[in-house]
């Protein structure tokens, strides 16, 4: 949990998510349904944006590992 709270990707999607909220919460407080439905809507759609990058780049991460041990196990092999 530790890395996660030093990932600047969680603070910049944390910092999206509340200012949705923010967003929807100033719509429901003045009465502006479109206000109120595009808060909730935005704080949805930056959730499922950093679940995505956070997905890629775990799939770099994973990939270069992969490709790291094929290179030690060729050198090792030579």
């Known amino acids: 949990m530790r890395n996660k709270l030093l990932s600047r990707k969680f603070w910049v999607m944390l910092a999206a998510v509340l200012g949705s909220l923010g967003t929807g919460i100033s719509g429901i ?12 809507c935005l704080t949805v759609i ?7 990058v956070e ?3 775990d ?8 490709n790291t041990d094929e290179e ?6 030579e």
């Open 29 to 40: 407080i003045v009465g502006n349904q479109t206000l109120a439905i595009v808060g909730s």
């Open 46 to 52: 930056s959730a499922a944006i950093y679940a995505g």
């Open 55 to 57: 997905a890629y780049c």
């Open 59 to 66: 799939g770099k991460s994973i990939e270069a590992n992969a």
């Open 72 to 77: 030690s196990t060729i050198g090792f092999l």
